[in-house]
């Protein structure tokens, strides 16, 4: 098993516009563990956070996007049989 940093869990859980709590929902984690980790990706312009009533919504930037197809791709290469 390898190991793999909360970080990329978490980029790997948003395919679309997500709430913070959803995703934290869907990782089965802590919403405070989550959200502390989404502050560090917005202050690195991997994603940003949007106000919508109680909730708040994290979009990926384009560097997001990229940064998640990577991870995708990695993962893709890690886990084939070659």
């Known amino acids: ?3 793999t940093p ?3 869990n978490l980029l790997i859980f ?5 709430s913070i709590t959803l995703l934290a ?4 984690a802590s919403y405070t563990n989550v959200f502390n980790i989404v502050k560090d990706l917005e202050s690195k312009t991997i994603l940003t956070i949007t ?3 109680r ?3 994290i979009i990926l930037t384009p560097k997001g ?3 998640v197809l990577c991870l995708n791709e990695l ?8």
């Open 51 to 53: 106000k919508n009533g």
């Open 14 to 18: 948003i395919y679309e516009d997500i």
């Open 65 to 67: 996007r990229r940064i």
């Open 55 to 57: 909730d708040n919504k």
């Open 25 to 28: 929902r869907q990782m089965n």
């Open 75 to 82: 993962n893709t290469l890690m886990t084939s049989e070659e």
């Open 1 to 3: 098993m390898i190991y």
């Open 6 to 8: 909360m970080w990329m």
